[in-house]
């Protein structure tokens, strides 16, 4: 029989073989945050993000993910871009074919509204459907050393306090911008877990904290989302609000999104300990520079469909096509390029209220004949009382 340490130091190996740059393992036990996550959610800074508050219970401990757990593998894939991104120096072993996927699409070479995409979204596949796969290869390996043992992989499917497991792990400590932080990798990392029930070595947790005197991550921030270092207010985080929000952008936050058009990596950017870290070496994570930032007026003058199946194996997809309008809009609005105005005009006629609110925002912010009458028409027949209210304060910007 294999024993837990022969066990561990096999799933390490094996998991650094598929191309996992951390692995550590926890005991499967009440995780220390979670009295933070229970403080985080009466607090109401998980927003509209429902499915948090709903498992709360659910977090409180692993085995309402795998009943019997006694440890969780936890696994680190750097996903940091280099200067000379997707260069020769990237490793292309494990890279999986997905068929087409956004990278295979054509891209203009220089964006006319630049939209700014946060670094997890532009490799060539969603890190979901990457790791899983990689992840269940792990468990497969377990299961032909220790054959009565049960596995769950987990990358981002279960209610699981995914940093506080790394964190247990050894895998690195919780930031001031409550990223968990790797010594060696920083915080551009993906996490991924494989509980199961077979008794594996633990790892020593990381009990403590780098970063300082340092503050940069709370001062960069531009919607001022952290009320104390170390907690994130996810409702003013501009992630949350170009990812996960479904309705409007709150009007006074709109200019602090600026140019980011899907996610923001400002306080991860920021972070000496990102300074110091290697690049990605897989392929499969790396971003691709032509995903740095997409042409917001391209997005605006799609159709639905298009971004549908455009984004469909991205995780672009998740805010859909009107959410990613609506975020183009303001970013358009932010950039102040008059070039948007006669796009704005078009959909500030879309089916969807969200679009038409965010579009007559922008038109305000741009200004001009062609934006004034745009707004004054479809006021005339509008009649959802948020966007009444969206083109009556835009048109009131032109009263002066
Ligand atoms: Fe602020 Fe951007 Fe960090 Fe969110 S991701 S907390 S908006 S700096
Ligand atoms: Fe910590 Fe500074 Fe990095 Fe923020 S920017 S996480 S304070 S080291």
């Not at 085995?63 to 940091?80: D, F, I, Q, T």
């Not at 054509?106 to 992840?135: M, N």
């Not at 990358?155 to 010594?183: C, H, Q, Y």
């Not at 809009?329 to 948007?340: E, I, K, R, T």
Request: aromatic residues 6%; charged residues 20%.
């Amino acid at each position: 029989m294999t024993s837990p340490a022969q066990l561990s130091a096999m799933l390490k190996s094996e998991g650094q073989r598929l191309g996992m740059d951390l692995v550590g393992i926890a005991p499967a036990v009440t995780p220390t945050g979670i009295s933070r996550l229970q403080s985080w959610i009466e607090r109401g800074f998980a927003g509209e993000m429902h499915y948090i508050p709903r498992r709360a219970t659910a977090y409180e401990h692993p085995e309402h993910v795998l009943p019997g757990v006694r440890s969780v593998v936890m696994v680190a894939v750097n996903y940091k871009g280099a200067g000379e991104r997707g260069s020769a120096g990237v490793r292309e072993q494990g890279r999986e074919d997905h068929g087409d996927s956004v990278a295979d699409l054509p891209h203009p070479q220089t964006p006319a509204l630049p939209g700014r995409i946060a670094s997890y979204a532009q490799s060539r596949s969603d890190y979901h459907d990457v790791l899983k796969p990689r992840l269940q290869q792990l468990a497969d390996v377990l299961h032909a050393a220790a054959p009565s043992c049960r596995t769950r992989c987990v990358v981002d499917t279960a209610p699981l306090l995914e940093r506080d497991f790394a964190r247990l792990a050894g895998l690195g400590w919780f930031g001031k911008n409550t990223m968990l932080i790797s010594k060696r990798l920083g915080s551009f990392v993906f996490l991924a877990a494989l509980l199961t029930d077979a008794d594996l070595e633990p790892d020593a947790p990381h009990a403590t904290s780098h970063c300082g005197t340092c503050t940069r991550c709370l001062e960069v921030c531009p919607t001022d989302a952290f009320p104390e270092p170390g907690v994130l207010d996810a409702r003013k985080c501009i992630s949350y609000l170009t990812i996960e929000l479904k309705g409007p952008i709150p009007l006074d936050l709109r200019t602090g999104v600026g140019e980011w058009l899907f996610g923001c990596d400002l306080c991860q950017d920021v972070c000496p300990w990102n300074r110091k870290s290697p690049p990605a070496t897989d392929a499969t994570f790396a971003p691709l520079p032509e995903l740095a930032s997409l042409d917001a007026l391209e997005i605006l003058r799609a159709s639905d469909a298009d971004l549908r199946t455009r984004f469909r194996e991205s995780p672009l997809a998740r805010p859909g096509p009107a959410g990613l309008k609506r975020n183009a809009a303001v970013v358009a609005g932010n950039l102040g390029d008059d070039a948007a105005i006669p796009v704005l005009c078009e959909t500030l006629n879309h089916v969807d209220p969200v679009v038409r609110g965010a579009s007559a925002w922008a038109l305000g912010c741009l200004g001009g004949t062609a934006a004034q009458e745009a707004l004054n028409t479809r006021r005339q027949f509008e009649d959802n009382p948020d966007v009444i209210v969206e083109l009556e304060s835009a048109a009131s910007r032109f009263i002066s």
